[in-house]
């Protein structure tokens, strides 16, 4: 197994990665970009764009789709106290917040005085799909992915909103899919190829009970729609420097906004993923048992790019944390229910065999980074 010389990412991960002669990841040279970039000229681009879906009061000036955490907060941030707009609010709502998320989502009208929309499909439906896409990919998670990427387009179309303004392209940032340069937008390509693993609805219907009209929420709206409206969904992080740590500060600072109150058994960082326990929790542990590493290595690589942590200490990070089965899990099987050792059965369906292999003893076992220094 090959890992990036410079922070502490496998060869073999969800987000692709190549390297470098240098054994540097993909990832790694991209978020080097940021430093070398003119940000000051971005942020004017980012204002001339804006000024062409400024809408006069007529109608909201842009979509935000939010979660509630520090990248929400700094998306609305910027769009409201930097450029003056005027954004709904758009959320894809599910049962797994853990109260200091929740808290931070349903704050967002009061202190930015926006219009919020929030979406919740039904408690069956949400326990249905979380059970077959567990069996379908591995992914309990699969709903949330669509929810996210989905409705808030859907809201676009329906409110004749063009503008959507979505925070970082999350394989640009973790693997380097992508080159700063690129400018890259949001597709429907990237909703299902990537974030969805390639399913859409129709997969799953008539199954656990799913029908159509339990996944209208789940519906992509079609090319002569998005047409009509002139949908368009641009990343802030092509125009604003970004970084997570840097926003968590920023957020804290002026608006209130709460870290988690929940102590992760997968990673050190209280600040991401808090709006759904299982993102930090078991859907990562699935991760985990897929290519062999976690949330610790991919909050461990954020902090390295952006000069917080040594990959020294990185390595002690992935070491302490990736492996860990969290008790979240529990939550989980009650909620679907499963028993523990059918989700293991499944989970080891998953397993990448460039990663693992078994002992003699039946054993799963890898290469570690700290094998390999």
Aim: with cysteine; aromatic share 14%.
């Amino acid at each position: 197994m090959q890992y990036c010389t410079r922070c502490v990412y496998p060869a073999i991960a969800a987000t692709p990665l190549t390297f470098d002669e240098h054994g540097v990841c993909s990832g790694c040279r991209v978020s080097a970009q940021r430093h070398e970039l003119d940000w000051e000229h971005r942020g004017k681009l980012l204002g001339e764009l804006f000024e062409d879906y400024r809408t006069n009061g007529n109608n909201y000036d842009c979509i935000i789709p939010v979660s509630g955490g520090k990248d929400s907060y700094f998306q609305v941030h910027v769009a409201t106290k930097i450029y003056g707009l005027k954004p709904l609010l758009v959320t894809y709502y599910h049962d797994n917040f853990i109260p200091a998320a929740e808290r931070n989502l349903f704050k967002m009208r009061e202190v930015f005085d926006c219009d919020h929309l929030i979406f919740r499909p039904s408690k069956r439906v949400l326990s249905a799909i979380n059970r077959l896409t567990f069996y379908k990919m591995g992914d309990m998670n699969w709903h949330y992915h669509t929810g996210i990427f989905t409705y808030p387009v859907q809201m676009a179309v329906k409110h004749k909103i063009p503008l959507i303004i979505w925070g970082e392209h999350g394989f640009m940032d973790l693997g380097g899919m992508y080159s700063h340069k690129d400018f890259i937008e949001m597709t429907a390509k990237f909703r299902l190829e990537h974030a969805q693993r390639g399913y859409d609805w129709h997969d799953m219907v008539n199954q656990e009970g799913l029908t159509e009209k339990d996944l209208l929420w789940a519906k992509y709206p079609t090319d002569d729609e998005l047409d009509e409206v002139g949908v368009r969904g641009i990343y802030l992080n092509n125009y604003v420097y970004w970084e997570a740590n840097d926003h968590a500060k920023l957020v804290i600072e002026e608006y209130g906004w709460e870290t988690s109150d929940v102590v992760f058994e997968r990673t050190y960082r209280n600040i991401s993923n808090l709006d759904d326990i299982y993102e930090n929790g078991i859907k990562d542990y699935l991760k985990y048992v897929k290519f062999g590493y976690g949330r610790a290595t991919d909050h461990a690589c954020k902090d390295i790019r952006a000069g917080i942590m040594t990959r020294e200490e990185g390595i002690e990070m992935v070491r302490k944390y990736d492996d860990v089965k969290s008790s979240d899990l529990y939550k989980w099987l009650d909620y679907v229910g499963m028993t523990e050792e059918e989700f293991d059965r499944v989970a080891d369906t998953f397993r990448d065999a460039r990663v693992w292999s078994q002992n003699s003893k039946g054993k799963w076992i890898k290469e570690n980074i700290w094998d390999k220094g």
